[in-house]
């Protein structure tokens, strides 16, 4: 049964730092795991989309990786800024299914 | 090119009411999604629709709840006799292809039952 984690739960930096969220997951066999902001009470954006045959995709600040063989991906966002402080969720596409499963989330706070 | 539409943002009905939950997807998409935010729980998947066909209902409660994509007009998810536990915020997802594709969200309708 698939589990998707994210450790931590929740995170504070400075602003200007650069950090890595983490996402695992329990069983590899997925089509395409794909990264979201939420900002509170609003919906989710889309960040990136890495397909399983991908290691990582690059947007602006961010970068993110998929390493299936041990089931993890990590979003590294480079100069964190106040305005990337939202909730990060990631979530796959399972072999053979069509939906999203998502992970737990990590809040994250930029502090000015 | 208009996101996903969701309407209305905030829903309030009072237990045994209905409640209608609308969405219009992207442009050019033909795949809609709707998924469940409970407080505090991740977001769950619930059904898998395109036009007039239901593909995957495996996350829908068996009861009370209904959804349809006519070949004209919104997807709606429709839940019957609310109550309390239905309060959540809902979501709507589309996309281009299957679930392989990239899935963009609405803005959700937030549903609280008094």
């Known amino acids: 049964k698939q589990e998707v984690t994210q450790i931590p739960a929740a995170l504070s930096v400075p602003e200007g730092e650069n950090l890595v969220l983490n996402c695992s997951f329990t069983?590899?066999?997925?089509?395409?795991l794909q990264w979201f902001r939420q900002d509170p009470g609003k919906g989710l954006t889309s960040l990136l989309l890495?397909?399983?045959?991908?290691r990582e995709q690059t947007s602006g600040r961010l970068n993110a990786s998929l390493d299936k063989s041990s089931g993890r991906s990590t979003l590294y966002i480079a100069a964190s800024q106040p305005g990337d402080s939202a909730t990060y969720l990631c979530a796959l596409v399972e072999t053979g299914a069509n939906n999203l499963f998502f992970g737990t989330g990590t809040r994250l706070t930029v502090i000015p | 090119n208009a996101g996903v539409m969701q309407n209305p943002r905030h829903l309030v009905r009072r237990r045994g009411q209905e409640a209608r939950l609308r969405c219009s997807p992207m442009k050019g998409h033909s795949h809609v999604y709707w998924y469940r935010q409970l407080p505090e729980e991740g977001l769950k998947f619930m059904v898998y629709?395109?036009?007039?066909?239901?593909?995957?209902e495996s996350g829908m409660p068996k009861e009370r709840f209904s959804a349809e994509f006519p070949k004209e007009g919104p997807s709606i998810l429709r839940i019957q006799q609310v109550v309390r536990g239905d309060s959540a915020a809902y979501f709507c997802a589309s996309s281009q292809g299957q679930g392989r594709t990239e899935a963009f969200f609405g803005q959700g309708t937030r549903l609280t039952v008094v």
């Open positions: 069983d590899s066999a997925i089509y395409n």
């Open positions: 890495i397909q399983s045959s991908q």
């Open positions: 629709l395109q036009k007039e066909n239901i593909i995957d």
